[in-house]
T-cell receptor, first 116, second 115 residues
């Protein structure tokens, strides 16, 4: 089946630093990638949708200057958490989807971000 | 607009017993429906999906779900629970009309399996 690789799986860093998370589709072309945030014991909250070669579409309440998304190729999207603070600590998950409308999203294994 | 409601945030069954996880959806357009499973500290794995065609959908690990339009439901079942089925399960809805296939998730149901 389709594989999505997310890296790193875990990050611990100091407050004020920026953290980049990569999401790669390994065996298909991902025309659309999604970034989610998940709090403990809760569902996934969609942060933004990115289409290759265009600007990401952010959900209401998500700061685009805080969470920078780049989707420069059909196999790679990145999420950069800028000037991270402890409240940004969370589990971040990406997913990728091919061009066909009824194809499901395939998810990465997530990144546990801890800001000290 | 679309939404998903999963009835029961936690379900506990005995090993070998029937698993039933409930999902009801709301959609103003023909829905695509999905069930995903999440193990601790991992991403989501697709169990099964319904887009069009046969309303009884079979997925991986012995799970199946039936799309019932009249009841706006997409309940997940498995005849006999296994210890390895213990995980968090998410029902989700999308549609062809949602730009990029945006998924709307339910709140999730945690399945516990007792020996």
């Amino acid at each position: 089946g389709a594989v999505v690789s997310q890296h790193p799986s875990r990050v611990i860093c100091k407050s004020g630093t920026s953290v980049k998370i990569e999401c790669r589709s390994l065996d298909f072309q991902a025309t659309t990638m999604f970034w989610y945030r998940q709090f403990p014991k809760q569902s996934l909250m969609l942060m933004a949708t990115s289409n290759e070669g265009s600007k990401a579409t952010y959900e209401q309440g998500v700061e685009k200057d805080k969470f920078l998304i780049n989707h420069a190729s059909l196999t790679l999207s990145t999420l950069t958490v800028t000037s991270a603070h402890p409240e940004d600590s969370s589990f971040y998950i990406c997913s990728a989807k091919g061009i066909n409308s009824n194809q499901p999203q395939h998810f990465g294994d997530g990144t546990r971000l801890s800001i000290l | 607009a679309q939404s998903v409601t999963q009835l029961g945030s936690h379900v506990s069954v005995s090993e070998g017993a029937l698993v039933l996880l409930r999902c009801n959806y709301s959609s103003s357009v023909p829905p695509y429906l999905f069930w995903y499973v999440q193990y601790p500290n991992q991403g989501l794995q697709l169990l099964l999906k319904y887009t069009t065609g046969a309303t009884l959908v079979k997925g991986i690990n012995g799970f199946e779900a039936e799309f019932k339009k009249s009841e706006t439901s997409f309940h997940l079942t498995k005849p006999s629970a296994h210890m390895s089925d213990a995980a968090e399960y998410f029902c989700a809805v999308s549609s062809w009309f949602n730009q990029g296939g945006k998924l709307i998730f339910g709140q999730g149901t945690e399945l516990s399996v007792k020996p």
